[in-house]
């Protein structure tokens, strides 16, 4: 089977496609955005267009993981590491919710559903571009804060992933079945408040009275 890395190919041209399909998977959407478009705004044939990426999805999932590579690169640049556990979480929790949420995130995790047959890589990609990523950070933050003093536990990726589900209670659900379309900012501070006070109940140091 060929895999999804053998049917892209790079050239001179890769960056200017890549940088013209992300403006319109944006603006437009994944079901919105035209081949016709994304050449017109890359400025490149559709031969060419073609010629580096034979299958719009593809194209997707590769603007997909530069985007929740940069994604990533911003949230951590952004988060004081050294700040008190509370903090840390508050500010990873809006970004990751934020994102996930967002009509992107919505769309790639579809994809990946819907493409896994076909597409097995699809999913593998997207995960170690984004997800792992951030999981491994969230790993060596534990780390550093259990051994400042400022945290209990033992098994850090578990407390990683809970997390992460934590994150994701009330609103993933119902955005992924179609109860609601989109999310407030209120909603994501409700939903990840939630979160990291449950975490920190679980997780945090018990001071002595």
């Keep these: 089977m060929t895999s999804t890395a053998e ?5 001179r041209k890769y960056d200017q496609v890549l940088d013209g399909a992300r403006r319109v998977f944006m603006a437009d959407g994944f079901e919105g955005a035209s081949v016709d478009e994304i050449a017109r705004v890359a400025a490149v044939s559709k031969a060419t267009l073609y010629s580096y990426f034979p299958d719009k999805r593809l194209l997707f ?3 997909a993981s530069t985007e929740c590579q940069r994604q990533a690169r911003d949230a951590l640049d952004s988060i004081d590491m050294q700040a008190a556990p509370e903090e840390v979480l508050m500010q990873t929790g809006r970004h990751f919710l934020g994102f996930i949420t967002s009509q992107f995130g919505q769309q790639i995790f579809r994809i990946c559903v819907a493409e896994k047959e076909r597409f097995p890589e699809l999913g593998r990609q997207f995960y170690n571009s984004g997800p792992a990523v951030m ?3 969230m790993v060596a933050y534990f780390e550093q804060a259990v051994a400042r003093g400022e945290l209990v536990m033992d098994d850090y990726p578990l407390a990683a ?8 209670a009330d609103i993933w659900p119902r955005l992924i079945f179609g109860m609601i379309q989109s999310v407030e900012p209120a909603e994501i501070e409700r939903v990840v408040t939630g979160a990291v006070t449950t975490f920190i109940a679980r997780y945090g140091v018990r001071r002595a009275p």
């Design 135 to 137: 999981r491994a950070e």
């Design 7 to 11: 049917m892209i190919r790079k050239g």
């Design 161 to 168: 992933d809970q997390f992460g589900e934590l994150c994701k």
């Design 61 to 63: 999932m590769e603007v």
